[in-house]
């Protein structure tokens, strides 16, 4: 997970994280991955998978997220530069 971690970083400096689900939903940037909380609420649940269907782009869901992206609270985040997402859900799917 630190490897996630570091990435995730990385994506917040550069700006090419999207914090939030109604940040999220109003994006009109091209994403590449949205990372949600396994225990975010059934209707943050479905409507990250809306926009993921939508926007046909992978979905993961993971425990503490908030922890791993280093903002209290966070339920979501989504982000914008393909190659680090790449990294995420190789690392992520242990390939």
């Known amino acids: 997970m630190k490897d996630v971690k570091g990435i995730i970083g990385i994506c917040r400096k550069a700006g090419y ?3 939030g689900g109604e940040n999220i939903k109003n ?3 091209k994403m590449y991955l949205i990372l949600v ?3 975010s ?3 943050l649940l479905r409507e990250m998978q809306f926009v993921a269907n939508l926007r046909n782009i992978p979905i993961l869901k993971l425990k503490n997220l908030n922890e791993i992206v280093g903002i209290e609270n966070c ?3 989504a982000f914008k530069n393909k190659a680090l997402s790449d990294e995420i859900i190789g690392i ?3 390939e």
Request: charged fraction near 15%; hydrophobic fraction near 40%.
């Open 17 to 19: 994280a999207i914090i």
């Open 27 to 29: 994006n009109s940037h």
């Open 37 to 39: 909380d396994l225990n």
């Open 41 to 43: 609420g059934n209707s």
């Open 75 to 77: 339920k979501a985040v």
């Open 92 to 94: 992520l799917k242990g």
